[in-house]
Nanobody
Framework: VQLQASGGGLVQPGGSLTISCETSADVFNSHAVGWHRRAPGKQREYVGLITVEGSLIYANSFKGRFTISRDNAKNTVYLQMNRLESEDTAIYYC???????????????WGQGTQVTVSS
């Protein structure tokens, strides 16, 4: 299982950014894919996931501000982040497992992460 996260960068507070997680068709069609983040000096934090069927499961703190979606033609899962704050600065990792519960708990296969920095 290989996951390639990309799209991170510097964004101003209040701005938006969409990051991507690309994988193979085999993984995309059989695994739930989710996002976790790790901010400096903080514990890993679960953001949300999307199942093979397209069901979305978000952590409560991100509902309404972050949106996960998938592009079946590109075998890619996206994380759209709106109204970004400095506290959202972190490395964002995509995580995959055949089991959504495992993704939510931080198990499964992790990609290499992409840095998101929110700063003026």
């Amino acid at each position: 299982v290989q996951l390639q996260a990309s799209g991170g960068g510097l964004v101003q507070p209040g701005g938006s950014l969409t990051i991507s997680c690309e994988t193979s068709a085999d993984v995309f069609n059989s695994h739930a894919v989710g996002w976790h983040r790790r901010a400096p000096g903080k514990q890993r934090e679960y953001v949300g996931l999307i199942t093979v069927e397209g069901s979305l499961i978000y952590a409560n703190s991100f509902k309404g501000r972050f949106t996960i979606s998938r592009d079946n033609a590109k075998n890619t899962v996206y994380l759209q982040m709106n109204r970004l704050e400095s506290e959202d600065t972190a490395i964002y990792y995509c995580v995959a497992s055949p089991y959504p519960g495992v993704v939510k708990l931080g198990g499964g296969t992790w990609g290499q992460g992409t840095q998101v920095t929110v700063s003026s």
